[in-house]
């Protein structure tokens, strides 16, 4: 959350520099990227508020916790920035096909700026979503990383048409439109990503064979036959079949069960909860 409000003030300044330094220096891919910072402002706020919400703890009405507000979230960021692509393409080429005045050789520091802050943002906000295993926090780091990309876009842009001289005005407003590409290229990628968390999309290999690991070697359990794991939230909720002797006592069974759960919640990071089915060992057919 503390990454994430960073995030929040930052964008705050950067979006009113770009948009006043556009607007001073007549480049409307500035201006454009100043916009889509105000995105990262409110896609930030999602963020924020989705973290808040899936750190509640599990209610009676809820029994699995408030884990699905944060995929939902990072959904909710690739849709706006989906329609932010759109939205800034149809006005790019609107100015491409506008005469308008030569951009003014300041916006390019302005962008140099922007693109260095931009990616330590990106860096910062991506480690901090690694380590919490959270798709929205990492949906908000790229969020930013396009940010920069647009940025760059503009910069290149921007050059082009000074260097270039009359006649290449336009060449801000094509790198305007080659941001909106970036823009909706990364809205898709993250739109995926988090509409597969929503259909509790497996985890990666390593994670379910550590689980698996981990559980065969409590005393007692012969072999794993099923191992589900679902992220929710920042958590993982496991659904494992333990194959144990067919000759034991259902007591001595439900104890077996018991260590599984034990050793799993207390050895795999971020295990919000386990349920352990025991299956029993068929002996082998004559």
Request: a negative charge.
């Amino acid at each position: 959350m503390r990454a994430t409000v960073l995030g929040i003030l930052a964008s705050v300044v950067l979006a009113a520099v770009k948009v006043i330094a556009g607007l001073a220096g007549h480049s409307y891919a500035l201006i454009a990227d100043g916009f889509e910072s105000v995105l990262d402002i409110l896609s930030a706020l999602a963020v924020w508020g989705s973290l808040r919400i899936a750190s509640r703890p599990p209610t009676e009405r809820f029994p699995y916790g408030f884990g699905k507000a944060e995929p939902l979230a990072a959904v909710a960021i690739a849709a706006v920035l989906l329609i932010a692509a759109l939205a800034l393409a149809v006005q790019s080429v609107r100015e491409i096909l506008t005469p308008h005045h030569m951009p003014a050789a300041f916006t390019l520091v302005v962008l140099v700026v922007v693109v260095a802050v931009k990616e330590a943002m990106f860096r910062a906000l991506a480690r901090t979503g690694d380590a919490i295993r959270s798709t929205a926090v990492r949906a908000d780091a790229w969020h930013h990383r396009s940010d920069a990309l647009t940025s760059l876009a503009a910069f290149v842009g921007i050059s082009v048409a000074l260097l270039g001289g009359p006649g290449y005005e336009s060449a801000d407003d094509w790198a305007a439109l080659l941001a909106c590409s970036l823009i909706a290229w990364n809205g898709v990628r993250l739109f995926r990503a988090a509409w597969a968390e929503l259909l509790d999309v497996a985890p990666d290999p390593e994670v379910v064979e550590g689980v698996r690991r981990r559980a065969a070697s409590v005393q007692g359990v012969r072999e794993i036959e099923k191992c589900h794991l679902r992220k929710s939230g920042l958590g993982l909720f496991c659904d494992i079949h333990v194959v144990v002797d067919a000759e034991i006592p259902v007591r001595e069974g439900h104890r077996i069960a018991h260590l599984v759960k034990d050793a799993l919640l207390e050895g795999i990071p971020g295990l919000l909860d386990v349920a352990v089915h025991v299956e029993p060992d068929e002996p082998p057919s004559s």
